[in-house]
């Protein structure tokens, strides 16, 4: 079973969500790029299939699928941020990062938000990796 970096699975999603592609090869577990703007030149483009039956490669999810993306935020807001669920939801709608940033250190969340997300993101990560038959590596 090929391992497969979470880091670079979860760059990949957020990748796939600004409209790239991108395929995990299950004999090795590395992530091609498909897009002119992230194109791996260290990675071919891989061809369909491995001659078994068995697809070659796996199409890595928009982060939004995963439920790593704006949905991870707004879960964080339910449990965290209560009172500012509107705020967030503004925020997010204008893809204002530094305002989101600036209200969790208002608030004093700035490290549960970090500590959430990775835990979160990672969960996320490792059961995609289970449902496809590849294992998820740190």
Same mark, same amino acid.
């Given at each position: 079973?090929?391992?497969?970096?979470?880091?670079?699975? =979860?760059?990949?999603?957020? !990748?796939?969500?600004?409209?790239?592609?991108? +395929? !995990?090869?299950?004999?090795?577990?590395?992530?091609?790029?498909?897009?002119?703007?992230?194109?791996?030149?260290?990675? #071919?483009? #891989?061809?369909? =299939?491995?001659?078994?039956?068995?697809?070659?490669? !796996?199409?890595?999810? #928009?982060?939004?699928?995963?439920?790593?993306?704006?949905? +991870?935020?707004?879960?964080?807001?339910?449990?965290?941020?209560?009172?500012?669920?509107?705020?967030?939801?503004?925020?997010?709608?204008?893809?204002?990062?530094? =305002?989101?940033?600036?209200?969790?250190?208002?608030?004093?969340?700035?490290?549960?938000?970090?500590?959430?997300?990775?835990?979160?993101?990672?969960?996320?990560?490792?059961?995609?990796? &289970?449902?496809? =038959?590849?294992?998820?590596? &740190?």
């Amino acid at each position: 079973m090929a391992a497969v970096n979470l880091d670079e699975l =979860g760059h990949a999603a957020l !990748v796939v969500d600004d409209g790239a592609k991108a +395929l !995990v090869a299950r004999a090795t577990g590395m992530i091609h790029l498909l897009n002119d703007d992230y194109m791996d030149e260290e990675a #071919p483009v #891989p061809a369909d =299939g491995n001659g078994d039956g068995e697809q070659a490669y !796996v199409v890595v999810p #928009p982060a939004s699928l995963l439920g790593i993306g704006d949905q +991870l935020v707004f879960r964080f807001a339910a449990a965290h941020l209560a009172d500012d669920q509107a705020a967030v939801r503004d925020l997010v709608a204008a893809n204002d990062t530094d =305002g989101f940033a600036r209200l969790l250190e208002e608030r004093g969340a700035a490290a549960s938000w970090q500590h959430f997300r990775s835990e979160e993101t990672r969960r996320a990560l490792r059961r995609w990796c &289970d449902e496809h =038959g590849l294992q998820a590596r &740190d």
